[in-house]
């Protein structure tokens, strides 16, 4: 009786203990997801503070000046249009045109490549943060894993017999020492591993080729090739700032690549990592990346734009770029929305920076020289655009952006700034310039007056940024 109580009292103890044990743990889970969530919201905010990054498709697609893998999959006929040489070349044969652009990391060799040379621009240009392809869908890394022999290190690609052929390594080293954030682009899908595509079948589109439900095993080795190739990113490349996965098809429940696992395993290496799981949505998106477009008004979460300079994601023989002042336009108005920008250049197969994108380069830093101060580290200020004029704020500080009409090259005499006003007394100043500028209301908002000696030698080109001290209210 006695006993019998006192094991019932044991066994109320371990209860106890186990159930404390229990809450302890919950609470700890949920404290520990509390501290991540209030990490990420800090570096979100750094995020948003850098608004500009550079954004380079490279690998050996570059070879034949084509999109960007998509033309491996039969279906996306828009990746293989009627006058791509290496499509005509091969009759139109989509087994051969496959074999052969398979085979492209056989010829890849980038003789002309100085990453230092890349930096140096991009920096130029005020770009904060850096995105590299380290593998897109067509499966060949350009980075120095074991988990496949297609990559540009193993001896089949004539790269590997250079000094420093892991390029991604090459490439983050030196941006990271110019002062760029590293943010690696990572293709979750894999048109090359016979986990995703099985070689026993025929594969026409951007998904397995198998029933991942019915194969759990195949599927498995798949995540476990995804799991481990994202571990040698997070672990032999230095400090990562942003994961930006792509291959968004590769989501619950046929693709499964399970992102909790990744997102846990990651930040063991990287704390603070900010994580894109690109348009899957939930706690692995942490910002959302339109791409090739700018939303139409500022947005609730933070988002990020990627726009090619040209045409194509990769390099394209006589690619049309935007132009410098198409771009910097670009560049104001995704920030006046609240976003960031990354932009993209497709460097060539020989690893250069095409002509054309560093002339680009040059002037966009030229433009943001002089009027820096009104892009990094703002924020959205209503009404954020208005007619030609956009807006931005800085604390107290709030910036009006005059976008130039097509071939004006001048401030206009007077600037109707509409739904902003300056603080009572302030001044206003044209950046770039030393004169105080006279100011009227005007309406729901002001007109400034351009002094001639400014319009004689504008201090930029393309945007004029007029700069005010703002009232109270103005302020968060
Ligand atoms: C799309 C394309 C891909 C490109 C990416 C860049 O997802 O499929 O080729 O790399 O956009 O944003």
């Not at 034949?64 to 893998?69: A, F, H, K, M």
């Not at 293989?80 to 070349?89: C, S």
């Not at 049309?320 to 960031?340: E, F, P, T």
Request: proline share 7%.
């Amino acid at each position: 009786m006695l006993r019998s109580t006192m094991v019932k009292a044991h066994v109320g103890v371990l209860l106890c203990a186990v159930l404390a044990c229990y809450a302890a743990a919950g609470a700890e889970m949920s404290n520990a997801e509390k501290d991540l969530e209030k990490r990420l919201a800090k570096r979100l905010e750094w995020f948003q503070d850098m608004k500009f990054g550079f954004f380079v498709h490279w690998g050996i697609y570059s070879q034949w000046g084509c999109i960007e893998s998509w033309p491996l999959i039969e279906e996306d006929k828009w990746a293989r249009p009627d006058d791509l040489p290496p499509w005509v070349e091969r009759k139109k044969d989509m087994e051969t045109f496959k074999r052969d652009y398979r085979a492209l990391n056989r010829t890849f060799n980038p003789r002309k490549f100085e990453p230092r040379t890349w930096a140096e621009a991009a920096k130029y240009a005020g770009m904060k943060y850096f995105c590299f392809t380290t593998k897109h869908h067509d499966g060949f890394c350009m980075f120095d894993t074991k988990q496949t022999d297609y990559r540009i290190t193993y001896p089949d690609c004539p790269y590997s017999r250079t000094a420093q052929p892991d390029v991604a390594k090459v490439l983050f080293d030196t941006f990271r020492d110019e002062g760029f954030a590293i943010s690696a682009y990572f293709s979750k899908s894999d048109w090359h591993h016979p986990a995703y595509w099985s070689p026993d079948a025929p594969a026409k589109t951007r998904n397995p080729n198998y029933d991942t439900l019915k194969n759990p095993e195949q599927w498995r080795q798949f995540v476990d090739f995804v799991h481990a190739q994202i571990e040698e990113l997070m672990t032999g490349y230095g400090k990562v700032d942003i994961l930006w996965l792509d291959g968004g098809q590769v989501r619950p429940p046929q693709q499964d690549i399970q992102m909790d696992r990744v997102a846990a395993m990651a930040r063991s290496h990287q704390k603070n990592l900010l994580i894109v799981d690109r348009t899957v949505g939930g706690k692995h998106e942490n910002y959302r990346t339109p791409e090739q477009e700018v939303p139409d008004k500022p947005q609730q979460f933070v988002w990020e734009s990627c726009i090619t300079m040209g045409e194509q994601w990769s390099y394209k023989p006589n690619d049309k770029y935007k132009s410098s002042r198409q771009l910097i336009h670009l560049l104001v108005d995704v920030v006046a929305k609240g976003g960031n920008l990354i932009l993209n250049v497709g460097p060539t197969s020989d690893g250069e920076l095409p002509p054309g994108a560093l002339e680009r380069l040059r002037d966009i830093g030229d433009w943001m020289k002089t009027n820096g101060e009104a892009i990094y580290k703002t924020r959205v200020l209503p009404p954020y655009k208005s007619g030609r004029v956009c807006f931005t704020r800085r604390g107290g500080t709030g910036y009006a952006i005059y976008l130039c009409e097509d071939g004006q090259e001048t401030p206009p005499r007077k600037v109707a700034i509409n739904g902003v006003v300056p603080k009572r007394g302030s001044k206003v100043r044209l950046l770039g310039a030393k004169e105080q500028l006279r100011w009227e209301r005007e309406g729901q908002g002001i007109s400034v007056d351009v002094p001639q000696s400014v319009i004689e030698s504008p201090p930029c080109k393309h945007a004029f940024v007029f700069k005010m001290a703002l009232d109270e209210g103005e302020r968060d």
